[in-house]
């Protein structure tokens, strides 16, 4: 009788009102230790695969679950019960449920959408698709993008023998650089929208920054890819690969498309629709709006599922591996970085206090260009949204303000969130899902350090360069 009391008393306490669960991490108090977690997750990532290829591909969920023990284990012993759990209800509930539900359903959606022709990836094809994606990305979102055009991409280099760089530019530039322009394009300034940020703000502040930034990425890819291109045409790797059967362009499941423009109009709904109807779970804030916009994705997600062609997602040889791998790794990515946010959120009574100190001058005067990188480099690591808030507010957070007088501020949190999400493979949730698609496909990618070679070498130079310009 008493354990069934217990349990009825562990329950209520669950489901009673926010007040209980008010208290909140003070990332003031917290040693660096707390990012211990963090780091193992991140250094799991980039060294199994390398390492242990066999274990991670059999073992990276429980990899996952390990580290996110490590730190919500240490996290209910150190902090009092109801603030532990707030904090965890807050990454998972706040974060986690409507992010994957967010990127699954463009998946799945996208997944169903097959597009074939008598297109071979020749550097100037290749190059359109690119730019093509880059567009895209600010009207379905650099995930939706991405879904939709990396299976045409590989069909299209299917011949080919020396592409891997293909697949790395197309992680920069239609995964991350490509979606800066609108609020649909990345969750960080769809955030900013919401706080007040004109919706077409970033398209008339960024535009030239991307502008520069695509002339430069683009123009280096096609350099590379001539080089390799002549490569496979000397080896004789292209010699059956151009075709005249068929149409030109042939789309399967095109209902699809309706369904994307569903989950565009959920997410546009959620930011302008103001329900006024709001209560709390576990301290988390929702909103009426927020639940019909994630119970779209699942209607919609479920439609596509329903009403798409067997012989489309056959064709694009969808499998469920890509979608299930970002939810188990960005679960432990997410319980992991609940204290590391909560550091940074601290500002200058934090351990990351030396690093929050460089984006001002010695007269107290905002450093854009340091709000640039430490963004950035942030978001390369961290979750993206997060670190653009916490810049944002460090800035001032008054959206007229950051609009007009810190302008330049704005632009610079706005790109390094959005741009720098190119710099790892964890830096935006797509890269992740290209890489495991092209696994599938046999398309040997580089490893998480390899990645990062590729990255640093060309990303680097040319935010150099776009920052000097518009910085």
Known sequence: MTRYRNLALALLVLLAPCAAFAASLDGAKLSVLWAV??????????????????????????????????????????????VALGSIAHAMIGDYIPFILFVGALFIVAGGIHIQGRFVGTPIVNAVILVIGALFANLMGTTGAAMLLIRPLIRANANRKYKMHTFIFFIFIVANIGGC?????????????????????????????????????????????????RKDVAEGNLANAFSTKGRMIEIKGSINFLYLAGIVGAVLMSGIWKSGVEFSLLSVHLTLQGIVRDCCFIVLALLSLATTPHVARKANEFT????????????????????????????????????????????????????????????????????????????????????????????????????????????????????????????????????????????????????????
């Open 320 to 471: 469920w591996a890509p979608i299930l791998e970002v939810a188990k790794l960005f679960f432990g990515i997410f319980m992991c970085i609940v204290p590391v946010l909560e550091m940074l959120r601290a500002g200058h009574a934090g351990a990351f206090s030396s690093l929050v100190a460089l984006v001002t001058n010695e007269a107290g005067e905002f450093n854009n260009m340091m709000f640039f990188w430490l963004t950035g480099m942030l978001s390369a690591f961290l979750d993206n949204a997060p670190t653009y808030l916490a810049f944002f507010n460090l800035a001032g957070g008054d959206p007229v303000t950051m609009m007009t007088t810190h302008a330049h501020t704005l632009m610079a949190v706005s790109m390094g969130a959005v741009f720098m999400g190119a710099v790892s493979y964890i830096g935006n949730a797509p890269n992740f899902m290209v890489v495991a698609i092209c696994g599938e496909r046999n398309i040997k990618m580089p490893t998480f350090f390899g990645y990062m070679i590729w990255s640093v070498g060309i990303l680097f130079p040319t935010f150099f360069i776009v920052n000097s310009v518009f910085l």
């Open 37 to 82: 977690p963090f780091a193992g997750i991140l250094l799991s990532i980039a060294l199994f695969p390398l390492f242990a290829p066999h274990f991670w591909h059999h073992h990276f969920g429980k990899v996952a679950v390990f580290w996110a023990l490590c730190c919500a284990v240490p996290l209910f012993i150190y902090a009092p019960f109801n």
């Open 181 to 229: 322009l609108t609020p649909l394009g990345d969750p960080p300034l769809f955030l900013g929208f919401l706080r007040g940020v004109d919706f077409f703000w970033t398209f008339t502040h960024l535009l030239m920054p991307l502008g520069l930034t695509l002339a430069i990425l683009i123009g280096l890819y096609l350099l590379i890819d001539f080089f390799f291109y």
